[in-house]
């Protein structure tokens, strides 16, 4: 099966989980910079969700590049992932306007676990159809990062009960390691 209509499929949704999300955010009616004030917290979600959106786009597109066909059981991991991302912009509300409150930082940090879940398991089910020697697995190695970050998030998530900056620090810490998009697709795919 061709990937170009997965591809197209999940741009179309990531586009459209970015705009619900900013149009969560609303305009304060006040006319100077104070009247911002209370919607910072909103603002740093929004920021934050934007950053793991981004991150996901970017190394879906790099994965679904070395790919050379999707299978049906691809498509069922895809729209796995998407769940989990399509869920982003209720956490992301929900954080922000409760100002970082331990249980929307504890839910938020179960949606980002979920989503790199998804992403793994996206991964495998795409590997299962390429083999052990294509480009594909080649590329993608031991994927320490994808690994490291799932234990990240669960720590963010033990910590927020104690102190939510805490569980924020680390989810940010996990954005600012995917920051830089996955580079083993793209060396090998250049190679």
Request: net charge neutral; hydrophobic share 55%.
């Amino acid at each position: 099966m061709h990937k170009g209509r997965l591809e197209a499929f999940s741009d179309g949704v990531i586009a459209i989980i970015i705009t619900i999300m900013v149009l969560e955010m609303k305009v304060p009616h006040g006319t100077d910079f104070a009247a911002l004030g209370p919607i910072i917290p909103v603002f740093l979600s929004y920021v934050l969700s934007f950053l793991y959106v981004g991150i996901y786009w970017n190394n879906h597109h790099h994965l679904l590049q070395a790919a050379k066909h999707v299978t049906g059981a691809v498509l069922w991991a895809n729209l796995h992932l998407l769940f989990w991302l399509s869920l982003f912009p209720f956490v992301t509300g929900w954080m922000g306007e409760n100002h970082f409150a331990p249980w929307p930082v504890v839910t938020y940090g179960i949606v980002l676990i979920m989503a790199a879940v998804a992403y793994y398991i996206l991964v495998r089910t795409l590997l299962a159809g390429h083999g052990p020697d294509s480009t594909l697995a080649q590329a993608l190695g031991s994927d320490f990062k994808g690994r490291i970050s799932v234990v990240l998030y669960a720590a963010g998530i033990g910590l927020a009960f104690v102190n939510s900056w805490l569980g924020i620090a680390l989810y940010a810490c996990v954005a600012l390691v995917w920051l830089c998009p996955d580079s083993r697709i793209e060396k090998k795919l250049t190679d």
